[in-house]
């Protein structure tokens, strides 16, 4: 059975937690798309691991870990990530598996990728710096370079200076940039070859020969809906289809393979990066979310941009995705706040807008058409049952079941793995 878990908002909506809370009960943990950019915080007796590209599952000695095809692969970032973990008694060896046509982050993506959102200008996306964009283009530009030609010494050599052709060029006459050249990023990334080659399988015939012998598998999405390439708030989108769907292209497993589908939602929204944000709210309860939530970027550290849950977007979400449930995070960041309000409707030019707008300018510029409902003040990081939670903090969770008509099965009350409450 294949179980997918996708964000439904701008991503850093706690789905490290949640999929290392549901790994426990799973065989193998699948990441689809993304890369470096992600941040998945796990918090397991009092440290803190975040994640980049290793699946939020490996603090789990049993578990089989898989980077899929729709990832892109930065080696440096892998292995720092590795190197990190074993040092802290958790060894990924014979369990961490990487998809040969994956495609690799190699440094000079990283370097375009900084130089081309400074050249955006007013347009800046705000990107993470880490060649995500940079790496999908060359991809769908059919110049990138797949792990299995990288382990290929002549073939990887040939592809980079495909590669960096046009590249160097522009380095030169554009940006005024030192070029790179071939040889050299040859040399620095010849100490992955081995440890890469260790880890290399043909993922999609893996997944689907476990699928057939009734194991689970977790597929992990990365950023969330609203950061996906072609459903979210375009051009301040990440490069990569971060939707349920993603899962199927990702990892070479047909629809048909997925059972369930699991959203999740912070009870509040935060986005980092630019980009239109129509419940943002640059005040004092914002301030309030970004400290109580430590709303700070796990990958860059940025502070995130805070504001009200909005349901327009989420209820897309809940359709694009085809969410058979909903995982609501960060409850108790709301405790102490007098009047919690859900954004029901967009307002622009005299219509009313109950579904999320594709126009930039509607989403840029709409009011917003809130609910207000009352709050509690009560501590609730120690409740483990959904009874006890103050009614309130069950209204504001039951109206938002019934706006989205997505029941909310788990709501966590604080970062470690035992602050869940399963309904
Ligand atoms: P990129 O993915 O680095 O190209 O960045 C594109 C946009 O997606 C920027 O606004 C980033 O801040 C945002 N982004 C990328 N990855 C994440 C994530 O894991 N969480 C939240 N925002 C992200």
Redesign the pocket.
Same mark, same amino acid.
């Given at each position: 059975m294949v179980t997918v878990v996708v964000g439904t908002q701008?991503?850093?909506e706690g789905k490290g937690k949640i999929i290392d809370y549901l790994a426990g009960g799973m065989d193998i943990i699948a990441r689809y798309q993304?890369g470096g950019? @992600?941040?998945h915080t796990v918090v397991l007796e009092d440290k803190k691991y975040i994640f980049h590209l290793v699946p939020s599952g490996i603090l789990y000695p049993d578990k089989i870990c898989v980077i899929g095809n729709g990832v892109v692969v930065d080696p440096v970032s892998l292995f720092e990530e590795i190197d990190g973990l074993e040092k802290n008694g958790i060894s990924v060896e014979d369990r961490l598996f990487i998809a040969e046509n994956a495609h690799m982050t190699l440094p000079y993506h990283k370097i375009l990728d900084q130089i081309e959102d400074r050249f955006r200008g007013k347009g800046a996306? +705000?990107?993470?710096?880490?060649g995500?964009?940079t790496t999908y283009a060359d991809k769908f530009n059919r110049i990138g370079i797949r792990v299995v030609d990288f382990l290929e010494e002549d073939v990887f050599m040939e592809k980079l200076k495909i590669a960096l052709e046009l590249k160097n060029y522009l380095f030169r006459e554009y940006y005024k940039e030192e070029m790179l050249s071939p040889e050299r990023i040859y040399e620095e990334t010849k100490i992955y070859r081995g440890r890469i080659k260790k880890m290399v399988r043909d993922v999609h015939r893996y997944l689907n020969e476990e699928i057939e012998d009734g194991k689970d598998i977790l597929a992990e999405g @990365?950023?969330g809906t609203f950061?996906d390439i072609d459903f979210g708030t375009y051009p301040?989108?990440? @490069?990569s289809n971060c939707i349920a769907g993603g899962a199927c292209t990702g990892l070479g497993i047909s629809p048909k393979k997925i059972s369930r589908i699991i959203g999740v939602a912070k009870s509040y929204t935060t986005r980092? +990066?630019?980009?239109p944000f129509p419940t943002e709210l640059n005040n004092s309860e914002g301030d309030f979310l970004r400290k109580a939530g430590g709303e700070y970027g796990a990958?860059t550290g940025r502070p995130r941009r805070c504001g009200w849950f909005d349901a327009v977007l989420t209820r897309f979400a809940a359709s694009v995705n085809g969410l058979d449930e909903l995982v609501m995070t960060k409850l108790d960041v709301l405790t102490g706040i007098e009047k919690i309000k859900i954004a029901v409707a967009y307002e622009f030019d005299g219509r009313r807008y109950k579904e999320y707008p594709f126009n930039t300018k509607v989403f840029l510029h709409c009011d917003i058409v809130y609910e207000e409902m009352d709050g509690w003040s009560e501590d609730i990081s120690a409740i483990r049952s959904y009874s006890k939670l103050p009614v309130n903090a069950r209204r504001y969770i039951e109206r938002i079941e019934e706006i989205l008509n997505v029941s909310i099965r788990m709501v966590s009350v604080g970062s470690s793995r035992e602050q869940i409450i399963v309904r």
């Open positions: 701008w991503g850093d993304g950019n @992600a941040g996306l +705000g990107t993470t710096g880490r995500i964009g @990365a950023q950061l301040y989108v990440t @490069a980092v +990066g630019m980009g990958t």
